[in-house]
């Protein structure tokens, strides 16, 4: 079942054209992990791979497993978090942020992992959101084939839409390894996107504290 606050930001996302591309297929998650194990399966015969092998007897049904299950669970939401959004009592009218939150996701181009951290903030009007509650959305956008230009913007949008303030903005700073370990191989570059709302995009001042921090 997908919740009211899911819901929302899916037409949120939907409006601003930034949904991840989807079409729906009509298989559950059972169907899901036997085909992608099958498929698996198939392309690990493929490159010549002794399937019958101890270690590698189980390998489609685990990749089958983490694909629905863990690493692109983010596709489903069902799965969106639950969330803490409260009146905003106390009258807080300055930032806050949080920094340094874990963004694991993949590439949608390759596959592969993309490693990183995000920073969001947001400055309060009508409502607050527990803090851990912007860990777990930026955690649910990175649990998807992802390009990192649309995940920043997928959280600005998703933020924006449940606390009912233009005033957030978001920075992910991340490696990716289809750079790090393919084509290029640069291991030392990293990738900044930043994307701003409201008094964060309007007033240098306050884009500048973002920025610095």
Partial sequence: MISDYASTVRSALEAAGLETPLRENGLDRDQKRHKI????AEIMDTLGLDRRDDSLMQTPARIAKMYVDEIFCGLDYAKFPKLT????KMGVDEMITVSDVAVISTCEHHFITIDGTAKVAYIPDD???GLSKINRIVRFFSQRPQVQERLTRQ????????LGTENVAVSINAIHYCVKSRGVMDANSHTTTTALGGTFKADPRTR???LSL
């Fill in 37 to 40: 194990e099958g498929c698996m």
């Fill in 85 to 88: 959004v409260i009146d905003n």
């Fill in 155 to 162: 959280l600005l949008i998703s933020l924006q839409t449940l």
């Fill in 208 to 210: 500048s504290e973002f």
């Fill in 127 to 129: 409502k607050i959101i």
